[in-house]
């Protein structure tokens, strides 16, 4: 056994070109898929992280008709006793009510269509990134004025208004059955690099949007954040059912995102078509580079069959070969998918204001290593280099001595 080992390092060295070129090509592959595992899932985690933790939550609760029929008359009636429930439940960071309705706001210059949210500024802070989203002016007070609003900096330029400026804002009032219209004055602008948050949401107190929406102390929305994030996908778990009630229902994210749901789940194919791209290309530079390396050695071959030497024994080689180029590329490919994927992490990806599909990208990309880029990517690529060999080996077991001896380069 020691002698074919020997015999398989020599053979990969006579040509230093060739194989040279073959680990790369060997071992970029793996660096590629590590890298592209890497970006994949912080994509997904910055894409799930911007759509829920920017200003939905990870899950909400409403009426069982509120979102079919999108009416201010369905609201949750029993607020205390949900927000009891979740304030007792360990799995849940925050959580935030809010009454909502389609309103128009009115400047001197203009007069849109909006969402009017009605929030209570401290738990809301701990649900979204509101507060930290200022650019100008303060966030809403807990305590006292009441005629406090917060708009988004591209609605404020829509409006043609600044801090101090004031709006008027126009409600339906569920209990008479009019028009509530009330006097604002803008006392913050942000900003959620979302074109729907920051141009079609109006923030004012809780207590203000449900007097003018005739609600009295109901709501329409309770968000709230789980503790680990990763809770919020898993649609079987029992606080779905727990925090629900006669009249209303609690849903993470997957069922009230659904597009964002199934995109996730996209970019698993992602992978997987990438993963395919790569590996055809690798596997015929295998073979390639194999068959040149036996075409060169058609002679020698000949001549040890016509000795004696048994077939087997050239299987045998020829896998020898293979497996020293896939271990020697299995390490030189970590390392480079390692040092990628690490610079990358370190500088980030930064998307700016980029929205895909509707989601803001809020965060600096930056991709991590998990355990599985150096176990299951690397039993990918070993396994890959050593089928591509199996074609050369079984090629070079059933060369015909006879015709091997009237080759020679």
């Known amino acids: 056994m020691g002698l074919t080992w020997k015999l398989a390092l020599r ?7 060739r194989t040279t070129l073959t680990l ?9 898929l590590i890298f592209t595992d890497g ?14 933790r920017l200003y939905p939550g990870d899950g909400q609760i409403h009426h069982v008709d509120y979102l079919a029929e999108r009416d201010g008359e369905k609201v949750i009636s029993d607020v205390d006793g949900h927000l009891q ?13 809010r009454a909502m309705d389609f309103a128009m706001v009115s400047s001197s210059a203009n007069n849109l269509a909006v969402q009017l949210v009605g929030i209570d500024p401290q738990l809301e802070a701990g649900v979204s990134k509101l507060e930290s989203s200022l650019v100008q002016g303060e966030y809403l007070s807990s305590q006292g004025r009441s005629q406090q609003i917060m ?29 509530d219209q009330r006097l604002f004055r803008v006392s913050g602008i942000f900003q959620l690099n979302s074109k729907f948050y920051d141009e079609a949401l109006i923030f004012v107190p809780l207590a203000s949007a449900q007097e003018m929406m005739g609600i009295g102390s109901n709501v329409h929305e309770i968000a709230f954040n789980f503790v680990d994030e990763s809770l919020s996908s898993d649609e079987s778990l029992a606080l779905w059912s727990e925090l629900s009630g006669p009249q209303t229902i609690a849903e993470g994210w997957t069922t009230l995102m659904p597009d964002l749901a199934t995109m996730i789940g996209l970019m698993d194919y992602s992978m997987l078509i990438v993963a395919t791209i790569l590996f055809v ?7 390639n580079a194999m068959f040149m390396s036996i075409y060169e050695r058609t002679y020698e071959f000949g001549v040890v ?3 004696g030497t048994r077939r087997s024994s050239l299987f045998v080689l020829i896998m020898a070969e293979g497996l020293m180029l896939a271990l020697i590329s299995l390490v030189l490919g970590s390392i480079l998918g390692a040092i990628a994927v690490e610079i990358t992490g370190a500088v980030g990806i930064d998307y700016g204001n980029m929205d895909i599909s509707g989601v803001a990208l809020a965060e600096v990309l930056r991709p991590e290593i998990t355990i ?26 059933r060369i015909v001595p006879a015709q091997a001896l009237h080759k020679s380069l």
Do not use: C, W
């Open 11 to 17: 053979n990969i060295l006579r040509n230093k070109r």
């Open 24 to 32: 790369l090509l060997i071992s970029m592959t793996l660096a590629i």
């Open 39 to 52: 970006y994949m899932r912080a994509m997904s985690d910055v894409m799930v992280r911007s759509a829920t």
């Open 85 to 97: 429930r979740l304030q007792s439940t360990e799995q849940i960071a925050s959580y935030s009510p």
């Open 151 to 179: 708009i988004g900096r591209p609605l404020a330029e829509l409006l043609e208004v600044d801090l101090g400026d004031r709006l008027v804002v126009s409600v339906n009032n569920y209990e008479i059955d009019s028009v």
């Open 281 to 287: 290309v690798a596997i015929l530079g295998v073979i």
């Open 305 to 307: 069959l016509a000795i």
């Open 372 to 397: 599985g880029q150096f176990t299951e990517l690397p039993f990918s690529v070993f396994v890959m280099t050593m089928v591509a060999s199996l074609y050369p080996a079984l090629h070079a077991a």
